[in-house]
């Protein structure tokens, strides 16, 4: 009995109202003479009871905002991101992003903790995680690894390569080497190899080249001409940029001889390769590179093949042509295969200031300085902002070549003083 009773729910305000009323009604239709004085008792307390029937309930005292949503707030704010497009970075509603930043919602599953710090690129501690990492499943990661690439391709390599420093730091090996756990591990050091070869400077090409071999070396054991190839073919692209123009060709060269590799990646090394052999200055192995590239190259860009990240086409071809006919003093030809890259290539930031940065160096070659660095000086604050050292490479390419066309006109123009002083008229 006793527990009957505390179990029993205390009457509110308007149960008592509900109760009063029905005694009134009750009351009011028996055919019996109610006292006065009942009457009057009801009367005094259903106006006491001061309640309005229209009033909304009142919603329960707002939560702190939680340690995630203050962290989200200050990332957006620190990013010039609005609500709108964090939601879209991390794949929800606008309207969860302002229940988190308003405490309407508390941030606190784990599991959606954690993929918010991994695809933000931050530190678990941040979102008030505990420093250990919970393993990621293979799902998890092939996601992660597919939202690197595409911030790549929105050309927000910052955030691109946050994500990567993230994945590597907790990157736990698999206990046994089963050929698919090979695969994921190798996929992993590939696109963090494509993410870091986009966003590093040349002091940190040692550390790219590291995950190429580690490619490498897992192709091997695997027996995976395709990727073994990749592995080879950038890990010549990295000598050629370092100048090391010998070790370049062999490996590129190398990379050629495999059997059993698909057109694309084939003619995407034999693109690379043309680079070194222009460097070279052999013009005939440069055409013939260059032509077999682009029989290879599809029409449309290559962005995968076998879930890694591959950027080959028609139009990657012809921008490399651009940029090759503008060291051959070919200016005409350049910017004509500039505009066929232009109709080539999707219409995205990345792509847009790839062909903007070809264009600030077809234009210096040819001369044009004012257009050149004036289309650099726009392009520049982006550049550094988004992280994209690829294309700052590029600018600091031009300056180079600037400083050493001024270096040139200063030794002509001392020569020729010198002997127009010797020969000086003596008024």
């Known amino acids: 009995m006793n527990d009957l009773a505390v179990r029993q729910r205390r009457p509110s305000r308007q149960d008592t109202l509900r109760s009063a009323s029905a005694s009134w009604i009750i009351l009011s239709e028996d055919t019996r003479d109610p006292s006065p004085g009942n009457r009057h008792s009801l009367r005094s307390l259903l106006c006491s009871m001061e309640i309005d029937q229209e009033e909304a309930p009142v919603k329960p005292p ?14 957006r704010q620190q990013h010039h991101l609005t609500q709108e497009q964090l ?4 794949h ?22 954690r993929r918010i710090a991994d695809w933000l690129g931050v530190p678990p501690e941040a979102l008030g995680l505990a420093p250990q990492p919970l393993p990621r499943s293979p799902y998890e990661l092939a996601d992660l690894l597919q939202h690197a690439v595409q911030l790549i391709d929105v050309a927000e390599a910052a955030r691109a390569r946050a994500v990567i420093e993230q994945v590597l730091s907790t990157l736990s090996l698999p206990e046994q080497h089963d050929p ?8 992993t050091y590939y696109v ?9 400077t040349t002091r940190e090409w040692e550390r790219v080249l590291e995950l190429y071999q580690q490619v490498e070396a897992i192709a091997r054991q695997l027996q995976e001409p395709t990727l073994l190839h990749l592995a080879l073919t950038y890990q010549g692209d990295i000598e050629r940029r370092r100048g090391r123009l010998v070790q370049a060709a062999q490996y590129l060269e190398a990379a050629q001889t495999l059997p059993n590799v698909p057109d694309p990646v084939r003619g995407n090394g034999l ?4 680079r070194v052999y222009l460097r070279r200055q052999d013009l005939q192995a440069f055409d ?14 290559t962005q995968t093949l076998f879930d890694l990240p591959l950027r080959y ?32 290539l999707p219409a995205t930031r990345f792509w847009e200031l790839m062909l903007l940065t070809a264009r600030i160096i077809v234009l210096v070659k040819a001369h044009e300085f004012d257009a050149g660095t004036s289309l650099a000086l726009d392009l520049l604050p982006e550049l550094k902002q988004k992280g994209l050292q690829r294309f700052l490479d590029r600018l600091h390419f031009v300056q180079r070549y600037l400083d050493q066309l001024q270096q040139q006109a200063g030794r002509a123009s001392r020569s020729l003083a010198d002997a127009l002083a010797e020969s000086a008229p003596d008024y």
């Open 180 to 187: 698919s756990s090979l695969q994921m591990l190798a996929r």
């Open 192 to 200: 963090a190899a494509f993410v870091l070869l986009r966003t590093t």
């Open 288 to 301: 013939s590179a260059m032509k077999q590239a682009e029989a290879l190259a599809p029409a449309q860009l």
């Open 87 to 90: 939601a879209a970075l991390l």
């Open 271 to 274: 693109q690379l390769l043309a």
């Open 62 to 75: 707002r939560q702190p905002v939680s340690l995630a949503g203050q962290f989200l707030k200050r990332y």
């Open 313 to 344: 086409s028609r139009g990657t071809v012809y921008e490399e042509y651009a940029r090759s006919c503008a060291d051959l003093g070919q200016s005409q030809l350049a910017f004509h295969y500039l505009d066929l890259a232009q109709h080539s």
């Open 92 to 113: 929800v509603e606008p309207r969860t992003i302002r229940a988190y930043e308003t405490g309407e919602r508390q941030l606190s599953n784990i599991h959606e903790l």
